[in-house]
Each structure stands twice: as structure tokens, then as C-alpha cells.
């Protein structure tokens, strides 16, 4: 299952790396714990509304944006799990159904 | 300030109401409790991604959708908070250039 938390994080880090930022760096301009900030950016924790709003003041992105580049992420997992070799191999009747999403997806 | 789990409950509600489920049709589905969902969809509570993915399963709406709608709904909330009358009466140096957004938005 697509979880949030982690393309969020891997959205989150772009970013800060995008703008040349340290962890030590954001934590410091978000007031937010290094450590969190790290938690978060590897999926393993959960960031609060207010918390998301504080990283996406501090990376000067709106958090809007930050959850369009979230979705699609999403968007793009479940493309890749809906045609898993396993569920190909298991269902070799659909195979075909699922050759046609990925000849329109490619 | 636009929170992510204000915009969130929103289109989930709207979601569920649209397909014209109650509460207690979408707490069975998804197997979470009815009083948990009801301040979700109030922007009471955060919702881990796991339970984002449960409700959206129940939904059968990929999260991907409900991230994009998000992404709107903050958006829209975003534009209207930059042009708010309060921060154009004490800054009004800065009128002409909020009136420049207005209008491209409209």
C-alpha cells in the first residue's frame, strides 16, 4: 500500500537537498528537532498539520505544492503496484488487462 | 495557516457523502471507529497513513486523488489567505501587487 508518510518524507528531501539545505540547517529555521525532521523525511514518522506547515514556511514552498508533488509520487506507486509481476504470475488470466495499462502508461 | 487535516477532512467527507455512505457505513468498511473518522472529517484528528489508506480503500479512491483534491482545496485557501483585506490595510504599498494576483486569478 502507497503510505503517505514516506513519499512525503522523499518529497521533503528533495527539497531541503534542492535548496543546498543541512538537516541542521531546516531544523533550525523550522524550530523543529533535527531529529524529527530526519524521522520524517525517512517515512518512519508522522508529521502534524502544524509541523508540515512550520517545514513548508522554512523551504519557502507552498504546502499545496508540496502535496501535488506528494500525489503524484503516489500516483506513480500505484501504477507499479497495480502491474506487480506477482499478482501478473498469479492472475495469468488478466495479464493481458494489465499489458494494456502498461502499454498506455509507457 | 492551511492545515493539511482541515482540507483533508473536508474531501473526505465530501467523498463519503457523495457516495452516499454514513458514518457508520464508512466505519464498517474501513474497520475504524465511527467517532475516529467523524473528527478526521472534521479536521479534529490527524489520520496516520495507514488509516488514510484504509478510508480510502473503503472509498475506492486511489490516495493519489484524494492528495490532488487536497492539493487544490490548500491552494485555493493558500490565494485567499495572500489577499486577505487585513494584510492589504497594513501593508497598503503592496495593494497594486495583490490586486495583480487577484486578477490573474480570476
Known amino acids: 500500500m502507497a503510505l503517505f508518510r514516506r513519499s512525503l518524507g522523499d518529497v521533503l ?3 531541503r537537498i534542492q535548496q543546498g539545505l543541512t538537516l541542521r540547517d ?6 523543529v528537532s533535527l531529529g524529527y525532521i530526519s524521522e ?4 518512519q514518522k508522522e508529521a502534524s498539520s502544524e509541523l ?3 517545514l513548508c514556511a522554512a523551504l519557502d514552498v ?5 502535496l501535488r508533488d ?9 501504477v507499479a503496484q497495480s502491474v ?3 499478482v ?16 498506455s502508461a509507457a
Chains 1, 2 share one sequence.
Do not use: F, K, N
Not at 531546516?26 to 524550530?31: F, K, N, V
Not at 520524517?40 to 517515512?43: A, D, F, P, V
Not at 507552498?62 to 508540496?66: I, K, N
Not at 501478473?88 to 502499454?103: C, Y
Open 26 to 31: 531546516l531544523s533550525a529555521a523550522a524550530r
Open 88 to 103: 501478473l504470475a498469479s492472475r495469468p488470466h488478466r495479464a493481458a488487462d494489465v499489458g494494456d495499462v502498461v502499454a
Open 70 to 78: 506528494v500525489s503524484d509520487r503516489v500516483a506513480t506507486e500505484e
Open 84 to 86: 506487480d509481476p506477482v
Open 40 to 43: 520524517i523525511e525517512r517515512g
Open 13 to 15: 528531501r528533495e527539497l
Open 62 to 66: 507552498p504546502l499545496s505544492d508540496v
Open 52 to 54: 508540515l506547515g512550520s
